[in-house]
């Protein structure tokens, strides 16, 4: 049946038409955008972070940065850790030693993103700065929490680890052994990785490269 019969268009007052139609849209676009939303965040020296959820469902998110030497140290599409952290979440702190050990490893590759309350930053940020002073944390600018919107607990540690597409590979919760997230990280790099360690090895005298395929012998002797 045509939209026209159903409104039986010949007896509705034009006005009235054109407020039907506008409903119409209205609601079209209310139901492509629900799965939608938009948190804004701070950093250090004014870095403004947008994290985007483009579906609920599987919490697929979309990172945008205004420097793009803050987090994001490549003009490529970087893997990205997320991690959430406050004062009352006593896993969240205790995690918070091997996020610091996976940034220094992995910086160069992967963005690691670590939000807390807007009330908690500045105690946070000065007991982190006295371990990594390079490490910041994020606060929202406004009273939106990205936690509560994906249903996940604040009072349990929450790290979630996203591809390059800003897709959910995995997520950890409650307190998850170092070795268990550097695994599924360096599952995401791996050719980065072995990239590198090519052009380290290209990079190498004969001397040094003789010495590191002598290595494995020595040790078996």
Same mark, same amino acid.
């Given at each position: 049946?045509?939209?026209?019969?159903?409104?039986?268009?010949? +007896?509705?007052? !034009?006005?009235?038409?054109?407020?039907?139609?506008?409903?119409?849209?209205?609601?079209?676009? &209310? *139901?492509?955008?629900?799965?939608?939303?938009?948190?804004?965040?701070?950093?250090?020296?004014? *870095?403004?972070?947008?994290?985007?959820?483009?579906?609920?469902?599987?919490?697929?998110?979309?990172?945008?940065?205004?420097?793009?030497?803050?987090?994001?140290?490549?003009?490529? $599409?970087? !893997?990205?850790?997320?991690?959430?952290?406050?004062?009352?979440?006593?896993?969240?702190?205790?995690?918070?030693? +091997?996020?610091?050990?996976?940034?220094?490893?992995? /910086?160069?590759?992967?963005?690691?993103?670590?939000?807390?309350?807007?009330? &908690?930053?500045? +105690?946070? /940020?000065?007991?982190?700065?006295?371990?990594?002073?390079?490490?910041?944390?994020?606060?929202?600018?406004?009273?939106?929490?990205?936690?509560?919107?994906?249903?996940?607990?604040?009072? $349990?540690?929450?790290?979630?680890?996203? &591809?390059?597409?800003?897709?959910?590979?995995? &997520?950890?919760?409650?307190?998850?052994?170092? %070795?268990?997230?550097?695994?599924?990280?360096?599952?995401?790099?791996?050719?980065?990785?072995?990239?590198?360690?090519?052009? %380290?090895? /290209?990079?190498?005298? !004969?001397?040094? $490269?003789?010495?590191?395929?002598?290595?494995?012998?020595?040790?078996?002797?």
């Amino acid at each position: 049946m045509k939209i026209a019969q159903i409104l039986n268009i010949g +007896h509705i007052a !034009p006005s009235l038409m054109g407020l039907l139609l506008i409903a119409m849209l209205g609601a079209c676009s &209310d *139901e492509g955008d629900r799965d939608k939303d938009v948190f804004g965040f701070e950093g250090n020296k004014d *870095e403004i972070l947008s994290i985007e959820v483009t579906n609920t469902q599987n919490e697929s998110l979309r990172f945008k940065t205004n420097q793009t030497q803050s987090i994001f140290k490549s003009e490529t $599409q970087r !893997p990205t850790l997320l991690f959430f952290i406050s004062k009352d979440c006593i896993q969240c702190q205790n995690e918070l030693l +091997h996020i610091l050990d996976l940034y220094n490893k992995y /910086q160069e590759f992967i963005s690691i993103i670590a939000i807390s309350p807007k009330d &908690d930053i500045a +105690h946070l /940020q000065q007991e982190i700065d006295t371990l990594n002073p390079q490490f910041k944390l994020y606060a929202p600018t406004d009273n939106k929490n990205l936690l509560n919107f994906l249903n996940k607990d604040d009072k $349990q540690s929450y790290i979630a680890l996203y &591809d390059t597409q800003g897709e959910k590979v995995i &997520d950890y919760v409650g307190l998850v052994p170092e %070795e268990m997230i550097e695994l599924d990280i360096r599952y995401q790099i791996q050719d980065q990785l072995d990239a590198k360690a090519q052009s %380290e090895m /290209q990079n190498l005298t !004969p001397q040094e $490269q003789e010495d590191m395929e002598n290595i494995p012998t020595q040790e078996a002797q």
